[in-house]
């Protein structure tokens, strides 16, 4: 009797845990479309913990850090974060870690701590690589893509949201299913980059495979419903954008947290603003800003008060338009968002021009440039020190390489007799002859396939017609060497190169130019590459110089880029009053 009470126990205890993973698999998507429901169901499974397995608990950790974003409760979200991870390591289930950190670096990225969100982020995407771990690696170049829409980097975000696309069909191959974003997300994250760019029309196809998607229930469907409103107004299409924002609004009941409804309030509030409905985007931003009056949401409050300065903008109030303004920039400043300061700022040189104070509007322009340069240097920093960490941390697993192999070594050395170790040393030292002989005959092989010029010509020709056949951006810098000494060239191509990224180029393309190809680079973002390398250049360089740049148009070839970019040298060089230079060959 006692055996078989035993054995209806241990099924039932099996049924239990089988039917409680399963229920833990539907959460993961519901958590962004349906936050409320997925609220209930955690905290049903949380009143029957003990029956869970550390590996459930540790996942009904997890989905309880995504619903705490998903409600707009970043800081919440933060702390749970970092108590998932010590509880995750309690349990030894080192695996669940990284995920806990990218929820951590979300939280931190709504909060506008970038500086936070990236170390966080990379640490996240090295061990992904490491156990090939897709889950973990969608989650984290997903939000390291949004990171990168934020600063305005979009051929990387681009690149991210694609290899992201890429990847998402391994997700749910995975024997355990922990966190993963909704594909209808990441093609919403895609159309965010392309209508950032003013890519209205690829703007619209994304949204419309975002709502095709299964995932584009509830919540979701909400969001990319104000997006295609956006959008479709920004193309023309009145009409269809006031359908799909009362689409949108007609579903905001799904939208339970204060903190996300006042950022939908705000978002239906804008959009009336485009549509001149200045009526009703006062209502709507009244509701938001009801809302945020209860909430301690700084950086949404920053948004809110650039909001409200539009629509006094809008009513003819510029006076009222500059104190939102202002507040806004102050509470920007207070909580160090140098990015939010540079946009006040250059919303405050509009109005001021509206104003007819011509010399405060270029003052305000001014200062923003300084807040975006500071917030550029900052992200830089925190990139350099990651890399540097990530040397560090490659360094020492060398170190511990090397040991591990020389301990190995010397217990292989203890057991070998002495027939076997003159053996050994036998084989060595012919390996050694056969090396040095391979090596006193192989160089003159090997300058058979050295990097040449017309090798460089054809990289770089293909490397124009794939960017011009996917419509991607590609730059070119053109750097005169004619007052570079010869032998401080390798140094100061090594110099060019610590300072460019990992799919730049740099060719040699005659005795007296280098050029640098920069893929995936519009000419606004080689301009900056061109204000970082012309110091460098000049410390090598005997006289004052200037370096040349083009971005890619259709009909371009090479030559003719390389052409535009000598002009292009030439007219800085007489805007900067440098030394007339001779036109390169």
């Known amino acids: 009797m006692d055996f078989r009470c035993w054995l209806l126990g241990a099924v039932f205890y099996l049924c239990s845990a089988l ?197 584009a229930q509830g919540k979701i469907k909400h969001v990319i419903y104000l997006m295609q409103s956006y959008v479709s107004i920004e193309q023309g299409d009145v009409s269809l954008g006031k359908k799909q924002l009362n689409d949108a609004i007609a579903m905001i009941d799904l939208v339970l947290s204060d903190t996300e409804r006042a950022i939908s309030y705000m978002q239906i509030s804008a959009i009336y603003l485009m549509l001149d409905d200045v009526a009703s985007a006062v209502h709507y931003n009244n509701l938001g800003s009801e809302l945020l009056s209860k909430l301690a949401l700084d950086t949404t409050l920053i948004n809110n008060s650039r909001l409200q300065a539009k629509i006094a903008f809008k009513q003819g109030d510029l006076d009222g338009a500059l104190a939102s303004i202002e507040q806004s920039i102050q509470l920007a400043e207070s909580l160090s968002q140098p990015f939010d300061i540079a946009i006040g700022q250059q919303l405050k040189a509009h109005v001021l021009f509206e104003q007819q104070h011509y010399a405060a509007a270029y003052q305000a322009l001014q200062l923003a440039m300084t807040a975006y340069k500071e917030g550029q240097q900052h992200l830089s920093n925190t990139q350099f020190m990651q890399y540097k960490a990530k040397l560090s941390l490659q360094e020492q697993q060398q170190s511990k390489n090397q040991l591990e192999v020389k301990e190995s070594s010397l217990l292989v050395e203890k057991r070998l007799n002495r027939a076997h170790m003159i053996i050994y040393l036998l084989l060595v030292i012919i390996a050694m002859l056969l090396l040095w002989i391979m090596l006193k005959r192989y160089p003159w092989q090997t300058t058979k396939h050295k990097p040449t010029a017309e090798n460089d010509e054809k990289w770089a020709e293909a490397t124009i017609e794939n960017a011009k056949g996917a419509g991607l951006p590609l730059s070119l810098l053109v ?67 200037s370096i040349g740049c083009a971005e890619l148009r259709q009909p371009d070839s090479l030559q003719s880029l390389i052409k535009r970019a000598q002009f292009q040298q030439l007219s800085r060089a007489k805007e900067r009053g440098l030394p007339a230079q001779p036109p390169l060959a």
């Open 479 to 545: 750097i005169n060497i004619n007052h570079v000494q010869q032998t401080l060239l390798p140094q100061l191509q090594d110099e060019l190169t610590h300072r460019l990224r990992e799919q730049d180029k740099i060719l040699r393309n005659s005795l007296d130019k280098l050029l640098i190809v920069l893929p995936y680079t519009s000419e606004e973002g080689a301009m900056r590459v061109l204000r970082q390398l012309e110091p460098v250049v000049n410390q090598f360089s005997t006289l004052p110089t």
């Open 19 to 215: 039917t409680h993973a399963a229920e833990l698999e539907s959460l993961v998507l519901k958590v962004y479309q349906y936050p409320k429901q997925a609220a209930a169901s955690i905290a049903q499974i949380e009143q029957q913990a003990a029956q869970l397995s550390d590996t459930d608990q540790i996942r009904l950790e997890l989905l309880r850090c995504q619903l705490l974003i998903q409600q707009g409760d970043n800081k919440a979200a933060v702390a749970s974060a970092r108590q998932g991870q010590l509880t995750a390591i309690n349990r030894k289930l080192d695996i669940a870690v990284p995920y806990f950190s990218v929820c951590q670096a979300e939280a931190y990225q709504n909060l506008g701590m970038l500086d936070r969100a990236l170390p966080l982020l990379d640490n996240a995407s090295i061990e992904a690589k490491r156990r090939n771990d897709y889950q973990l690696l969608v989650s984290a170049i997903r939000i390291r893509a949004q990171l990168e829409i934020a600063t305005s980097n979009y051929a990387a975000a681009v690149e991210d949201l694609r290899l992201v696309m890429d990847m998402y069909p391994d997700v749910a191959q995975q024997n355990i299913i922990w966190a993963y974003p909704p594909l209808a997300y990441i093609y919403a994250d895609m159309a965010s980059v392309l209508e950032a760019t003013e890519d209205y029309a690829q703007a619209a196809h994304y949204l419309k495979l975002a709502l095709a998607d299964d995932s």
